[in-house]
């Protein structure tokens, strides 16, 4: 556990002395204010929820997470810290969990900034905060697998693009799965439907904690973390 957390620390650190980390912040803030804003003009304010901001969010988390994590380890390998990183004794997992968590760091620390949304609502208005909690939870988990699929993209390459590029793949594959789930007959429809990422999100939105939502979330999480594992002791043994 103490290596975990030296690790995400330094990942962390290394974020936040980034320029890149608050203009990423900075546009995430600005795209989901906008659409935030733009929701409750448009119910002429009468729609005190956050599901304008609800309705981008997901789509950014999506993108977000593919920014972040692509740089956590394409990034050293290119600058050939990667090699010495696993030479010290540090197990596989150690360092996998510890990027892994210094991302989500990140990602929760912007999504706590838009708070901002939910407390002027309560200021100005009187919305329902159950739907809200369960929202907020929904785009946690969402994130943690998003992230965990950034991070085994990023264990593929050196190079951060395409880092980035594979991670949106896989994200947007899996997001729109659903959509293949419809014109698919029977039982493939349905396990389709049930892998896509968005399949899960609306029970959330609407204040519904389901079970299986945070398992299939959480079991995403898992398996690409664990994927990423096996990437890297592939790397020991090159």
């Known amino acids: 556990m103490k290596n975990i957390g030296i690790i995400s620390r330094k990942e962390l650190k ?12 900075a546009i995430f803030l600005m795209l989901t204010g906008t659409f935030f804003a733009t929701y409750l ?23 977000f997470a593919a920014v972040l994590t692509m740089r956590l ?4 390998r290119k600058l050939g810290t990667w090699e010495l990183l696993l030479t010290v004794p540090v197990r596989d997992t150690e360092i996998i969990l510890g990027k892994f968590l210094g991302s989500l760091a990140m990602l929760t620390g912007m999504l706590l900034l838009t708070l901002y949304y939910p407390i002027l609502l309560m200021v100005f208005g009187d919305p329902d905060l159950g739907p809200v909690f369960t929202s907020y939870l929904g ?19 050196s190079n951060q ?11 947007f594959a899996l997001w729109f799965l659903g959509i293949a789930g ?18 899960h999100f609306p029970d959330f939105v609407r204040g519904i904690v389901d079970t299986k ?3 299939y979330y959480l079991s995403v999480t898992a398996l690409f973390l664990y994927m990423a594992i096996r990437s890297t002791e592939t790397d020991r043994w090159r």
């Open 73 to 76: 380890i394409a990034e050293e």
């Open 41 to 63: 003009a448009g119910t002429n304010y009468s729609d005190t929820s956050i599901r304008g901001f609800l309705d981008a969010g997901q789509i950014l988390i999506l993108l």
């Open 182 to 199: 419809n014109f698919a007959p029977g039982a493939l429809g349905e396990v389709l439907t049930y892998l896509s990422l968005s399949r």
């Open 161 to 171: 693009i395409v880092a980035a590029v594979v991670a949106g793949g896989i994200l």
């Open 213 to 215: 939502a945070v398992v």
């Open 14 to 25: 290394s974020y936040l002395s980034s320029p890149m980390a608050y203009i990423v912040t």
């Open 139 to 157: 785009l946690f988990l969402l994130g943690c697998a998003s992230l965990a699929i950034g991070l085994f993209a990023s264990s593929l390459t």
